[in-house]
């Protein structure tokens, strides 16, 4: 079929199999906001007289690269069901952030297990490559990204780590052992070292100002999800400030 903004086509089957309904995917295609995506190998979903879900095997690929791709089963009972994002392409955001231009690529998985009443899900997150495209961005760090998580009924657990290369590297942890609602307890950090030099000279390279020094990041967020209570600090070292034109430095900033 076709919409003013994209069009789906396909190709398949569908079939009673052991009291249950199978259908089968040979071909599928769908296209919007100039992107692509395509079924890359035949597969079939079946859908159980229990009333189950399986799936052996799920794969679209992306025009400009990237892969989407789901497997396992889901119920009547129990799961167990993978999904991931292998190679995605940040630049497929740029039609929704042109001003940014984002580049990098991106990989994921997220995995459910246990009862589908409260299944525990695990999920981690690579991005490599990151930066913005933009005129203003030139010069700073290539960033990358890596995240991981795990809810199991009402407890969530959450870590991240953002390296900037030569600009340093920071940690973040949380723990909401109760969910995520206004009331639920709350332990969150973020922790780590910056480089200020490369993290700045983009900003001031048309001009004369120069700064280096480096900031120690410790802080920490607790109490309840709704009024969090905030504390912690960020430590200046080795400040060092200087404008060639005007003869001016100040130093050993701390």
């Known amino acids: 079929g076709r919409a003013p903004d994209g069009s789906l086509s396909g190709r398949g089957t569908f079939a009673s199999v052991d009291g249950g309904r199978r259908l089968g995917l040979e071909a599928l295609e769908a296209q919007g906001l100039g992107e692509t995506l395509r079924l890359a190998s035949p597969t079939h979903v079946t859908l159980d007289a229990d009333g189950g879900v399986r799936l052996p095997g799920l794969a679209l690929a992306l025009g400009r690269g990237g892969r989407l791709q789901a497997a396992g089963r889901w119920g009547p009972e129990r799961a167990d069901l993978t999904a991931t994002v292998n190679a995605l392409p940040l630049s497929l955001a ?45 010069g700073l760090p290539v960033l990358s990204l890596r995240g991981e998580g795990r809810l199991a009924g009402q407890d969530a657990q959450l870590r991240a780590e953002l390296d900037a290369g030569a600009g340093g590297r920071l940690a973040a942890t949380a723990r909401l052992p109760r969910g995520f609602g206004p009331a639920a307890p709350l332990d969150a ?65 701390n």
């Open 94 to 138: 740029g039609r929704f952030a042109p001003d940014l231009r984002p580049e990098g690529t991106l990989s994921a998985e997220v995995r459910a297990t246990g009862p589908v009443s409260a299944p525990e899900v695990r999920a981690t997150l690579q991005a490599t490559g990151l930066k913005a495209g933009a005129d203003w961005a030139r």
């Open 189 to 253: 950090a973020l922790d780590g070292n910056l480089n200020l030099g490369p993290l700045v000279m983009p900003f001031l390279a048309a001009g004369a100002d120069r700064f280096s020094g480096r900031l120690a990041v410790a802080l920490r967020a607790e109490g309840r999800v709704g009024a969090p209570e905030l504390a912690g600090r960020a430590t200046l070292s080795d400040g060092d400030y200087r404008n060639a034109v005007y003869g001016v430095r100040v130093s050993n900033l």
